[in-house]
């Protein structure tokens, strides 16, 4: 087979490429955030920090007094998910939550020192899993990486899911 055609053949999509196969994206995409997840809480166990409760303190430390839904935005969960979150954690004395200024009705999220001590723990957690997904990477690879995932994320958060578009 010449050069060309070889070319040809990378180009042109293969139907029965396993990469291609219902399912494997999803399946792949699950199990590395799972992975990583796990990595993560794990690094963290032993600081009485729980799964989700870092991403919160890393949100407030880097803008205090949000609101849940802020938070919740932010982090990709719900907001009444987030409440929880919020209502834990203040029993545990990581943050505190104060009436805002302006509508009293409104409730934001503030770091306590008891949870702005936690902040460079989970900072190194997260660069030391992220480190260990990436090992043996390449720096363009990273990149090319974090493009594609940037654009899943889009394309999956224009539109609401249309339970019958999928229907058979």
């Known amino acids: 087979m010449s050069k060309k055609d070889k070319s040809r053949?990378?180009?042109?999509?293969?139907?029965?490429?396993?990469?291609?196969?219902?399912?494997?994206?999803?399946?792949?995409?699950?199990?590395?955030?799972?992975?990583?997840?796990?990595?993560?809480?794990?690094?963290?166990s032993h600081s009485g920090v729980y799964a989700g409760q870092d991403g919160v303190i890393l949100a407030l430390a880097e803008e205090d007094g949000l609101s849940a839904g802020a938070i919740a935005e932010r982090l990709g969960v719900k907001p009444p998910?987030?409440?929880?979150?919020?209502?834990?954690?203040?029993?545990?004395?990581?943050?505190?939550?104060?009436?805002?200024?302006?509508?009293?009705?409104?409730?934001r999220a503030v770091l306590t020192d008891g949870g702005r001590k936690h902040v460079q723990?989970?900072?190194?957690?997260?660069?030391?899993?992220?480190?260990?997904?990436?090992?043996?990477?390449s720096d363009k690879e990273v990149r090319q990486f974090l493009k594609v995932l940037r654009k899943i994320n889009r394309n999956l958060g224009q539109v609401e899911p249309d339970a019958e578009a999928?229907?058979?």
């Open 9 to 44: 053949k990378k180009d042109k999509p293969d139907k029965e490429s396993p990469s291609r196969e219902p399912g494997n994206l999803q399946s792949e995409v699950t199990r590395a955030a799972r992975f990583m997840r796990t990595f993560l809480t794990n690094s963290l």
């Open 81 to 107: 998910t987030m409440t929880r979150t919020l209502a834990r954690m203040e029993a545990q004395g990581f943050i505190e939550r104060q009436a805002d200024e302006l509508d009293g009705r409104q409730m």
């Open 121 to 137: 723990a989970i900072q190194l957690a997260v660069k030391g899993t992220e480190n260990l997904a990436i090992a043996g990477l």
């Open 166 to 168: 999928f229907a058979d």
